[in-house]
């Protein structure tokens, strides 16, 4: 755990750092004016005249603090623009991976369950194009057609303008109806996937023995796969559930910035635009982290679900 | 050998259906300056925003140039890209896979860490991070893509060298007196190879998708080198009068990545041996 931790800030630093053009010259190179003098001293403020090991030591020792310095940008704590942005995201992203597992592990295990029907090769090619669909396109065309064609849902944002009038149940709705196309669309992403391990994993259960065992004593069929395959099917799904996290946090970067929602994902981007360092090192490392958690829930989880496997038994 | 494994690729129609599709797509790519209409980068202003017509059949973007023809010169940037990130990709993964299993011990754990602490990464963000440092160039790109996606090949090569180390023939090898390089490189990897192939096939699926996200944020292929994201993101901006730049682009996009995806799958069925007896 901790030389994971230790490692991602290592990495973060160093490729933030290796790299030639740093924050001095985006900010004097609007203005031709500037001279040397200015420059070095511009670089004193934010530090960047110190040997590189140094750097990163300053920076770590603050990093333990949780301080990640102040925004290029606009002199705010880049801790505190994080922080504004995690729980929108997050937010997302938990209502994506809800979605997803209540569609997509259902999808597999029927398709398991009728191998080679029309229905399980209907949902192979469902698979593969939704390996293959890029997403930000499906967005723009989801765009198309329900924002501009049919005016049903809001295209950008995630609430109205004219939210501060509106009463709370007013207010939720106009929330859910600005969030329907983004997590729809992040969870289709992650449907592909889930689903075909759900089937995959279910495929391997069903001609386990016990489930021979379950038929031969006569239970009927649908106790047998509810009962007893589901939940074992279920369990390498979890582990799954939790490495489709980065995937899902990383992808908030296309997502946010088509919809304009400002969550991470919107800020990652326009301090890569701005070459706002403090800001994207920041993110960089919370995003790793918010990772780490997750893989380490699905790990529970996975203990707490198999009793096979229990934390810290021989 | 490889008449076996055709003879097995060819009975799965998708992936058939796939390699046709990524063949014409290539030759399309390679012949594009012979093939395009018009001029990549040829401005047009008493035509912007056309429909798609007679003249220009998939219609003009918001300076007037032709989409067909930035299409096809666009799919020449997504092949390349998605080919040599690949390249790079697995050459780094190679390396790394090889030298942890085949040295094991604490150089394996070191650079098993390294594979950990970069699967932590969204991606996405460790791209972009690098990318705010860096010039903005089509090489860039292709680096930058190479250098996050290698994990998955390091950890299969690795995987597949654990097994092969101690069998009769690598031992024999030693005993004739070759050194580790040989040894890895000629006795070894070529028998590791196959995952790697398919892998690197769903590879190109991925960094094309990759690269095409890039440029549709404008951080990927500058303008006005046409590539399938850019244009998407002048279809974005005009999103309410131009139907057609966003459609056709993510079409080629979605046929190229999908074709890659189903031939990868149909490798991995034709070249696992563990399926061949079932089937016979």
Known sequence: MVPLIFGITLISFLVIHLAPGGPVEVETEMSMKASAQARDNLKKLYGLDKPLHEQYIDWLGRFVMLDFGKSFV????VIDKISERVPITLTINILALILTFCVAVPIGVMSAIRQFSLFDKLTTLFVFIGYSTPHFWLALLCMILFGVNLGWLPISGIQSLDVSGMSF?????????????????SAFGAMAGLSRYSRSSMLEVIRQDYIRTARAKGLKERQVILRHALRNALMPVITILGLAIPGLIGGSVIFESIFSIPGLGQLFYQSTLSRDYPTIMGILVIGALLTLIGNM????????ADPRIRVGAE | M??????????????VAGLCVISVISLMALFAPLISPYDPTAIDVYDVLSAPSGKHFLGTDELGRDVLTRMLW???ISLTVGFVAVGIAISIGILIGSIAGFYGGRIDNLLMRLVDIMLCFPTFFLILAVIAVVEQSISTIMIVIGFTSWMDVSRLVRAEILTLKERDFVLAARAVGADDFRVIARHIL???LSPVFVSATFGVAGAILTESGLSFLGLGVVPPDPSWGNILTSGKDNITVAWWLSVFPGLAILFTVLSYNLVGEGLRDALDPRLWRSER
């Not at chain 1, 606009?74 to 704590?77: A, C, L, S």
């Open chain 1, 169 to 185: 149940a007013e207010r939720v709705l106009d929330l859910a109806k600005h969030l329907i196309l983004p997590v729809g669309i």
């Open chain 1, 297 to 304: 829930i699905a790990d529970l989880a996975y203990a707490i």
């Open chain 2, 190 to 192: 070529p028998n590791a």
């Open chain 1, 74 to 77: 606009d002199g705010k704590d």
């Open chain 2, 2 to 15: 490889i008449g076996i494994i055709w003879n097995r690729y060819r009975k799965n129609r998708l992936a």
């Open chain 2, 74 to 76: 666009g799919s020449r």
